[in-house]
């Protein structure tokens, strides 16, 4: 069974930095690329970054670039989201998606975690 | 950036009730168009990959189709358990983008 599971969120003050992990089991991570998307009430969800399987390719959303890195430790079938600079535009649940190998969008999320940015 | 405009944002139909929900992308996605349904305080599931195809352990009554910039998702007879969010999604060009959402309602 495909799980993804996310941590590392909370409350944290504007500026400052914070780190996500998702953690992935029941499939071969380094053959997947993978992804993060947030979702707000008020802005639905937003596609965040994306990552190849080799961590060699990167994306971003023009809002979050130089201030978010994604990465993935295949040796340890995690990937992260480095979150730096937050502002409260940030504030979110944040969800890691797996990326299908058929061209096929994301087909497996996690079950996500909240970001607060507020002082 | 491409926008995906859903309609309607809310739709109250019965038990057994034929479905649609509508996606406009601002410009030509070439089927790379996928269906979410979400349920409160869970995750989005997919439903429909590229258009028209059923995710694996998904049930025949959903159904996608569209080309071009105008997509559909039916529910051919709607059950009980079909209550919830609805997004589309295109994965055709970057940044990818999701529709607003559809929510809904079982009379």
């Known amino acids: 069974e495909v799980q993804l599971v996310e941590s590392g969120g909370g409350l944290v003050q504007p500026g400052r930095s914070l780190k996500l992990s998702c953690a992935a089991s029941?499939?071969?991570?380094?053959?997947?690329?993978m992804a993060w998307v947030r979702q707000t009430p008020t802005k639905g969800l937003e596609w965040v970054a994306s990552i190849s399987t080799g961590g060699g390719n990167t994306y971003y959303r023009d809002s979050v670039k130089g201030r978010f890195t994604i990465s993935r430790d295949n040796a340890k079938n995690t990937q992260y989201l480095q979150m730096d600079s937050l502002r409260s535009e940030d504030t979110a649940t944040y969800y890691c998606a797996r990326r299908s190998n058929y061209g096929g969008g994301f087909d497996y999320w996690g079950q996500g975690v909240m970001v607060t940015v507020s002082s | 950036d491409i926008q995906m405009t859903q309609s309607p944002s809310l739709l109250s139909a019965s038990v057994g009730d034929r479905v649609t929900i509508n996606c406009k992308a601002s410009?030509?996605?070439?089927?790379?168009l996928n269906w979410y349904q979400q349920k409160l305080g869970e995750a989005p599931k997919l439903l429909i990959y590229n258009t028209n195809n059923l995710q694996t352990g998904i049930p025949s009554r959903f159904s996608g189709s569209g080309s071009g910039t105008d997509y559909t998702l039916t529910i051919s007879s709607l059950q009980p358990e079909d209550f919830g969010t609805y997004f589309c999604?295109?994965?055709?060009?970057?940044?990818?983008?999701f529709g607003s959402g559809t929510k809904l309602e079982i009379k």
């Open positions: 029941g499939f071969t991570f380094s053959n997947y690329g």
């Open positions: 999604f295109q994965h055709n060009s970057w940044p990818l983008t």
């Open positions: 410009q030509n996605i070439n089927k790379y």
